[in-house]
């Protein structure tokens, strides 16, 4: 298993949805002149978050210059789908990002299992990571895949709760937005 590689990968799509959302409700909201219910912030914190994921895990693999050519790839892709997809459905693109979300939570909980029975080293955490999640500074990998699968587990009940808000055939803007998590 390279939990490292995967990780890259998974946080470098996970970083676009709350981008696109963000940015697309705030054209949305300079159009209309109106406010967001705070939905811009809160998907724009859940980017930015999930940029310091994929930080963490680079400063931590080290990824030569074939997977970081991967990971521009794959975001570039993704990017252009996603915004697609957001624009013809958001409830969709919010489901979908959940689902994403729930598979990173997953994953995550595989690397914690491999770190607990010694198949992965359990190195000291970056100064990065123990800097963003006011970590201990004898912070381990153990500690920082702990924070993010719980940060991971965070975004994916934003993104349903979005979905089922328009799913319901209201606005985000109607709705309370879930900000100041991170």
């Not at 914190?45 to 030569?64: G, V, Y």
Request: overall charge negative.
């Amino acid at each position: 298993r390279k939990h490292m590689c995967h990780a890259m990968l998974l946080e470098t799509v996970a970083a676009v949805p709350g981008m696109v959302g963000g940015m697309l409700l705030h054209l949305k909201s300079l159009r209309r002149f109106e406010h967001s219910g705070g939905w811009i912030k809160a998907l724009l914190e859940e980017a930015e978050n999930e940029r310091m994921h994929l930080m963490t895990f680079i400063e931590l693999s080290q990824p030569k210059w074939y997977e970081r050519a991967i990971v521009f790839a794959v975001q570039g892709v993704f990017f252009n789908a996603y915004f697609l997809s957001y624009v013809i459905s958001p409830k969709l693109a919010h489901r979908i990002t959940g689902y994403l979300e729930e598979e990173a939570v997953n994953s995550y909980t595989e690397f914690l299992n491999d770190i607990d029975a010694g198949k992965f080293e359990n190195s000291p955490a970056p100064a990065i990571a123990i800097d963003y999640w006011r970590l201990p500074k004898d912070a381990t990998l153990r500690d920082v895949v702990f924070v993010i699968r719980a940060d991971e587990a965070h975004h994916r009940d934003i993104n349903h709760y979005a979905s089922d808000i328009q799913f319901q055939g209201r606005e985000l803007k109607e709705a309370p937005a879930p900000i100041g998590y991170h």
